[in-house]
């Protein structure tokens, strides 16, 4: 049967290798992609995968697609109005939020309202509105299926729970390209150092949240909602390989671990046909050439991001979404080169400090927490 998908963020890291996996499997129809202005890959997506509708959060950007693609059947739309539309279009089935930011959870939570499910690949959706979204999938009876590479092991992994509790996860982290750093040594980070990750291919901005920590630190708040248990329940473990993608262990002591290469299109194909697992090209496990797999205890003292994370996310309200928010701009801030690497946390921790926290937050005021943390960083950074 033909399963129709929306991909929201259909330019980036996600959404290309999950077009990727669309290319080979031929049995998924493509209804909505959205994105932010790359107007050139997405005229190459709309030609090749005919989606009814095509949305560029840049109006003028949309304007230009518009022109480009005049001679196709796709309708062209723009902004927040046609992110919610690629969201919600009636025939689709499951919508891909793989867009970068905040941005996505007022689309996600309409498209649950409409009864899609939902392949979740934006973190900060559950980070900052969980106590919202996970609610609306029960009431809604619709699936939430992790994407990230992480939380999608810890799925796979509690496939064979039969209902039984979790004792803890056990999340893995690489530990990043400065695993081991000194703070002197972090002083010193140079752009271009911090966007070489030892393992994954991503955007820039998840890459720069991996060699802070900060990223794992967003993954221990989205396993404390997706599964349900407890911030200190979730053990962040250094595992530098990325051969284990994460583990849960039982209260009888048993643990299962998922592994596999380093391949974002297993997770993606694993959530797009869930609970069928499908044929995937590419490498190998060869535990023949696996002499070893080393664990080491993450240094929180030297990557604070990750201990500030635990301390959001254990007071919760709208703490999570500002330590997110200033994240967001110090990594858009660092990339642009306007501030050194270890301002970044410096960034976070300020906001979290100067924040006054509100308990059980609707959208509404998750949104006014993210611009009162932007405004506060502009008037201490700028």
Same mark, same amino acid.
């Given at each position: 049967?033909?399963? #129709?998908?929306?991909?929201?963020?259909? =330019?980036?890291?996600?959404?290309?290798?999950?077009?990727?996996?669309?290319?080979?499997?031929?049995?998924?129809?493509?209804?909505?992609?959205?994105?932010?202005?790359?107007?050139?890959?997405?005229?190459?997506?709309?030609?090749?995968?005919?989606?009814?509708?095509? %949305?560029?959060?840049?109006?003028?950007?949309?304007?230009?697609? #518009?022109?480009?693609?005049?001679?196709?059947?796709?309708?062209?739309?723009?902004?927040?109005?046609?992110?919610?539309?690629?969201?919600?279009?009636?025939? =689709?089935?499951?919508?891909?939020?793989?867009?970068?930011?905040?941005?996505?959870? #007022?689309?996600?939570?309409?498209?649950?309202?409409?009864? @899609?499910?939902?392949?979740?690949?934006?973190?900060? +959706?559950?980070?900052?509105? !969980?106590? &919202?979204?996970?609610?609306?999938?029960?009431?809604?009876?619709?699936?939430?299926?992790?994407? *990230?590479?992480?939380?999608?092991?810890?799925?796979? %992994?509690?496939?064979?729970?039969?209902?039984?509790? /979790?004792?803890?996860?056990?999340?893995?982290?690489?530990?990043?390209?400065?695993?081991?750093? =000194?703070?002197?040594?972090?002083?010193?980070?140079?752009?271009?150092?911090?966007?070489?990750? $030892?393992?994954?291919?991503?955007?820039?901005?998840? +890459?720069?949240?991996?060699? +802070?920590?900060?990223?794992?630190?967003?993954?221990?708040?989205?396993?404390?909602?997706?599964?349900?248990?407890?911030?200190?329940?979730?053990?962040?473990?250094?595992? $530098?390989?990325?051969?284990?993608?994460?583990?849960?262990?039982?209260?009888?002591?048993?643990? &299962?671990?998922? /592994?596999?290469?380093?391949?974002? @299109?297993?997770?993606?194909?694993?959530?797009?046909?869930?609970?069928?697992?499908?044929?995937?090209? !590419? *490498?190998?496990?060869?535990?023949?050439?696996?002499?070893?797999?080393?664990?080491?205890?993450?240094?929180?003292?030297?990557? #604070?991001?990750?201990?500030?994370?635990?301390?959001?996310?254990?007071?919760?309200?709208?703490?999570? =979404?500002?330590?997110?928010?200033?994240?967001?701009?110090?990594?858009?801030?660092? /990339?642009?080169?306007?501030?050194?690497?270890?301002?970044?946390?410096?960034?976070?921790?300020?906001?979290?400090?100067?924040? %006054?926290?509100?308990?059980? $937050?609707?959208?509404?005021?998750?949104?006014?927490?993210?611009?009162?943390?932007?405004?506060?960083? @502009?008037?201490?950074?700028?």
């Amino acid at each position: 049967m033909m399963k #129709r998908i929306a991909i929201l963020g259909s =330019t980036g890291s996600i959404g290309t290798q999950t077009l990727e996996v669309v290319r080979y499997n031929k049995d998924i129809q493509v209804t909505a992609l959205a994105a932010g202005g790359n107007v050139t890959l997405m005229e190459e997506q709309i030609r090749e995968f005919k989606p009814k509708l095509a %949305c560029l959060w840049d109006r003028e950007k949309a304007e230009q697609l #518009r022109t480009a693609v005049a001679d196709l059947d796709v309708k062209v739309a723009s902004g927040m109005e046609g992110l919610m539309e690629a969201a919600t279009a009636e025939e =689709t089935d499951l919508v891909v939020t793989a867009v970068v930011g905040m941005i996505g959870i #007022r689309p996600t939570i309409a498209a649950m309202e409409a009864g @899609k499910d939902i392949a979740l690949a934006n973190k900060e +959706t559950l980070v900052t509105a !969980g106590h &919202i979204i996970m609610p609306l999938a029960a009431e809604k009876g619709v699936k939430l299926l992790p994407v *990230d590479s992480e939380h999608s092991a810890i799925f796979q %992994c509690l496939q064979g729970a039969a209902g039984n509790a /979790l004792h803890k996860i056990l999340l893995t982290a690489s530990g990043g390209p400065f695993r081991g750093f =000194t703070m002197d040594q972090l002083a010193k980070v140079r752009l271009e150092d911090a966007l070489k990750h $030892p393992n994954w291919s991503m955007g820039h901005k998840i +890459t720069i949240d991996s060699s +802070t920590m900060v990223n794992k630190g967003l993954e221990v708040m989205e396993a404390h909602w997706l599964f349900g248990v407890e911030m200190d329940q979730v053990q962040v473990v250094v595992q $530098p390989a990325s051969v284990i993608h994460s583990m849960v262990e039982f209260e009888d002591g048993a643990v &299962i671990a998922q /592994l596999g290469t380093p391949d974002m @299109k297993l997770p993606i194909q694993y959530a797009l046909y869930y609970p069928e697992r499908r044929f995937l090209p !590419g *490498d190998r496990l060869d535990f023949t050439k696996l002499s070893q797999i080393a664990f080491e205890v993450p240094d929180m003292d030297t990557f #604070r991001g990750l201990k500030l994370a635990y301390d959001a996310g254990r007071r919760g309200g709208t703490l999570p =979404t500002v330590f997110n928010a200033a994240n967001e701009m110090a990594v858009a801030m660092f /990339l642009e080169r306007k501030i050194s690497y270890l301002t970044i946390v410096d960034m976070i921790e300020g906001a979290m400090e100067h924040h %006054c926290v509100k308990p059980a $937050p609707d959208v509404a005021q998750i949104l006014e927490a993210e611009q009162e943390t932007y405004d506060y960083i @502009k008037s201490k950074w700028n």
